[in-house]
């Protein structure tokens, strides 16, 4: 399948678009600015070189990837990926995301989620779309709650974030109980 790296999802906040070369400054300094906010959640790329990898992964066909802008000055808030994804008889992805620190509690992560669920529903034919939370993330959970995920169980020491394996409750979300916004 190629990829249409020119593809945008529209909201009234914020849009979707790919990453490209020309994001590695304000990406990395953004991310190296959130560093605290991130840690034990997330590990963006904070180097050129981590970049530079970050571009090779999302150029996979199992995973889409994009950009959360900030409609009103186009800034990059976060970021957003459908990874592993399956076609056949499984049709799923896992879902992954994290806004910049100040961008958070603005809303602009809800409306990237929904623009990511109905990118994967409909234009990738997805039937399910599962993310895993840390249980101490009220505010990524709160977020899942309101996007129509449900949990659905439990993983014990399940990912290694900062050298540390944590755990993390399994929430998901299919089609026939996803409602377009």
Known sequence: MIKNNNRILHGKKV???????????????????????HRGLMNPARTPEEFERFLERVDIDQTESFLVCRIEDNAIAG?????????????????????????????????AVNLILKFGFNDLDLHRVEANVQPHNAPSIRLLER????????????????????DHERWAIIRENWEPT
């Open 79 to 111: 970021v957003i990926t459908l990874s592993q994804i399956f076609h056949g008889a499984f049709q799923n992805a896992y879902l992954g995301y994290g806004l910049w620190t100040g961008f958070a509690g603005s809303g602009y992560m809800t409306e």
């Open 15 to 37: 849009y979707l678009r790919r990453p490209r070369p020309s994001d590695c400054s304000e990406f990395t300094e953004m991310a190296r600015k959130s560093e605290e906010f």
């Open 147 to 166: 996007c129509g995920f449900v949990k659905e169980g439990f993983s014990e020491k399940y990912l290694n974030i900062g050298g540390l394996w944590r």
